[in-house]
């Protein structure tokens, strides 16, 4: 059985990685935005990935600083928002374009390295490491139970700003084995640092916009 649990983490970060960090995010906002615009455009609303990677990459890495990957993470998020969108609409609800502002970014193991005390983390000059700020390793608490145990390795992260500090919500995964059916079907679900989608939509009552491009 399949567990995921997602623990965030304050980061040590000084003024001048901060700085790159926020422009960072400022560049993969705007590039995830641009590829909703595009996906957006006409009637038919665009939710292959493989399409707008082919029909956005270029341009946005001509147009940001980006790290190639947090080019490719800006366009998943992207589309993975005009699908839900799409979905929406298919159970009669209603729902509009999605447009990014909440300020992260999303890593995997190709634009970030993650280590027991810290992670080194692309920016769009290079990299930059970042200590964890973490809590006592006697205490029993998320960190200890699965940033500390073996059986769970770390799969990706979203960088969050907050108030001005920066926090890494670690995403991790262990097979474990299963007593029964409804533990499996408890477990498998992430129940720590469960965010709401950062998409903000606005109300759309045309059903006319239903009709969608998918393809392979």
């Keep these: ?28 906002l705007w590039a995830a935005n641009y590829v909703v615009d595009h996906a957006w455009q006409g009637n038919y609303k665009t939710t292959s990935k493989v399409q707008l990677q082919e029909e956005t990459y270029d341009d946005v890495r001509d147009r940001t600083r980006l790290h190639a990957n947090l080019v490719q993470n800006a366009r998943n998020k992207a589309a993975d928002a005009v699908q839900g969108v799409v979905a929406r609409w298919k159970q009669g609800e209603y729902a509009g374009k999605p447009h990014f502002s909440k300020p992260t970014v999303v890593y995997d193991k190709r634009c970030a390295t993650f280590h027991d005390d810290h992670v080194s983390l692309a920016t769009i000059d290079g990299r930059i490491e970042a200590q964890y700020v973490l809590p006592d390793g006697g205490r029993d608490t998320p960190h200890s139970r699965y940033l500390d145990n073996d059986d769970y390795g770390v799969t990706g992260a979203e960088l969050h700003n907050k108030d001005g500090e920066w926090f890494l919500h670690l995403r991790t995964k262990a097979e474990v084995e299963s007593d029964t059916p409804e533990q499996a079907t408890t477990e498998h679900s992430t129940v720590l640092g469960v965010h709401k989608s950062e998409a903000l939509v606005q109300p759309i009552r045309n059903r006319r916009f239903l009709r969608t491009l998918t393809s392979v």
């Design 1 to 28: 059985m399949e567990v995921r649990r997602t623990v965030p983490v304050k980061l040590d970060v000084d003024s001048d990685d901060a700085a790159l960090l926020r422009e960072t995010v400022d560049e993969f």
